[in-house]
Protein backbone atom coordinates (compact mmCIF):
# COMPACT_ATOMS: atom_id res chain seq x y z
CA UNK A 1 0.00 0.00 0.00
CA UNK A 2 0.84 3.56 -0.61
CA UNK A 3 -0.25 6.55 1.39
CA UNK A 4 -0.02 10.25 -0.48
CA UNK A 5 0.03 13.27 1.99
CA UNK A 6 -0.28 16.66 0.28
CA UNK A 7 0.29 19.87 1.72
CA UNK A 8 1.12 23.01 0.51
CA UNK A 9 -2.54 24.38 -0.57
CA UNK A 10 -4.47 27.89 0.75
CA UNK A 11 -5.32 31.48 -0.32
CA UNK A 12 -3.72 33.60 -2.42
CA UNK A 13 -4.30 36.47 -4.64
CA UNK A 14 -3.84 36.37 -8.72
CA UNK A 15 -0.20 36.41 -9.39
CA UNK A 16 0.80 35.08 -6.24
CA UNK A 17 2.77 31.51 -5.91
CA UNK A 18 2.23 28.60 -3.79
CA UNK A 19 4.31 25.33 -3.55
CA UNK A 20 2.72 21.86 -3.26
CA UNK A 21 4.47 18.66 -2.27
CA UNK A 22 3.31 15.05 -1.48
CA UNK A 23 5.53 12.47 0.61
CA UNK A 24 4.56 9.03 -0.08
CA UNK A 25 5.02 6.32 2.61
CA UNK A 26 4.71 2.69 2.61
CA UNK A 27 5.30 -0.61 1.48
CA UNK A 28 6.57 -0.47 -2.33
CA UNK A 29 9.87 -0.95 -3.94
CA UNK A 30 9.69 2.38 -6.22
CA UNK A 31 7.50 4.85 -7.67
CA UNK A 32 7.21 5.60 -10.77
CA UNK A 33 5.13 8.73 -12.34
CA UNK A 34 4.07 10.91 -10.06
CA UNK A 35 2.00 13.97 -10.53
CA UNK A 36 -0.64 16.55 -10.01
CA UNK A 37 -4.02 16.40 -11.02
CA UNK A 38 -6.82 18.87 -9.87
CA UNK A 39 -10.45 19.16 -9.68
CA UNK A 40 -12.67 22.61 -9.86
CA UNK A 41 -16.71 22.33 -8.81
CA UNK A 42 -18.14 21.03 -11.98
CA UNK A 43 -15.65 19.49 -13.50
CA UNK A 44 -13.71 17.20 -14.57
CA UNK A 45 -10.40 15.52 -13.12
CA UNK A 46 -7.30 16.90 -15.15
CA UNK A 47 -3.98 16.22 -15.53
CA UNK A 48 -1.89 19.17 -14.26
CA UNK A 49 1.88 18.06 -14.40
CA UNK A 50 3.00 14.39 -14.06
CA UNK A 51 7.24 13.46 -13.70
CA UNK A 52 8.99 10.25 -14.02
CA UNK A 53 11.57 8.76 -11.90
CA UNK A 54 14.22 10.19 -14.69
CA UNK A 55 12.50 13.71 -14.36
CA UNK A 56 10.84 13.33 -17.82
CA UNK A 57 8.02 16.19 -17.24
CA UNK A 58 4.45 16.73 -18.69
CA UNK A 59 2.74 19.95 -18.22
CA UNK A 60 -0.49 20.61 -19.24
CA UNK A 61 -0.83 23.44 -21.71
CA UNK A 62 -2.76 25.87 -19.52
CA UNK A 63 -0.33 25.78 -16.78
CA UNK A 64 2.96 26.08 -19.36
CA UNK A 65 5.32 28.79 -18.26
CA UNK A 66 3.98 29.31 -15.10
CA UNK A 67 3.90 25.85 -13.01
CA UNK A 68 7.04 23.37 -12.34
CA UNK A 69 7.43 19.75 -11.40
CA UNK A 70 9.93 18.34 -9.56
CA UNK A 71 10.60 14.81 -7.09
CA UNK A 72 13.50 14.20 -4.84
CA UNK A 73 13.45 10.31 -5.21
CA UNK A 74 15.42 9.97 -2.48
CA UNK A 75 12.06 11.55 -0.29
CA UNK A 76 9.76 10.06 -2.63
CA UNK A 77 8.24 13.56 -2.63
CA UNK A 78 6.85 15.70 -5.82
CA UNK A 79 6.64 19.01 -5.62
CA UNK A 80 4.36 21.54 -7.80
CA UNK A 81 5.43 25.02 -7.59
CA UNK A 82 2.93 27.51 -9.13
CA UNK A 83 3.81 31.06 -10.13
CA UNK A 84 1.68 33.76 -11.58
CA UNK A 85 -1.59 32.08 -10.28
CA UNK A 86 -5.05 33.05 -12.09
CA UNK A 87 -8.38 32.28 -10.56
CA UNK A 88 -8.81 30.06 -12.89
CA UNK A 89 -6.55 27.66 -11.22
CA UNK A 90 -8.64 27.58 -8.38
CA UNK A 91 -8.98 23.50 -7.51
CA UNK A 92 -8.68 20.42 -5.75
CA UNK A 93 -5.45 19.32 -6.37
CA UNK A 94 -4.73 15.98 -5.74
CA UNK A 95 -1.19 14.18 -5.87
CA UNK A 96 -0.93 10.83 -8.12
CA UNK A 97 1.66 7.97 -7.52
CA UNK A 98 1.92 5.17 -9.77
CA UNK A 99 3.72 1.52 -8.78
CA UNK A 100 3.61 -0.81 -11.49
CA UNK A 101 -0.22 -0.51 -12.97
CA UNK A 102 -1.61 0.36 -9.49
CA UNK A 103 -2.75 3.92 -9.18
CA UNK A 104 -2.80 5.96 -5.59
CA UNK A 105 -4.65 9.10 -4.98
CA UNK A 106 -3.69 12.04 -2.29
CA UNK A 107 -6.33 13.10 -0.50
CA UNK A 108 -6.14 16.57 -2.05
CA UNK A 109 -5.57 19.76 -0.52
CA UNK A 110 -7.56 23.01 -2.13
CA UNK A 111 -5.84 26.45 -3.54
CA UNK A 112 -7.63 29.26 -3.89
CA UNK A 113 -7.11 32.39 -6.28
CA UNK A 114 -8.03 35.30 -5.76
CA UNK A 115 -9.02 37.77 -8.07
Known amino acids: QVQLVESGGGLVQAGGSLELSCAAS????????MGWYRQAPGKQRELVADITRGSSTNLANSVKGRFTISRDNAKNTVYLQMNSLKPEDTAVYYCNGKVGIANFWGQGTQVTVSS
Open 26 to 33: GTFLRINT
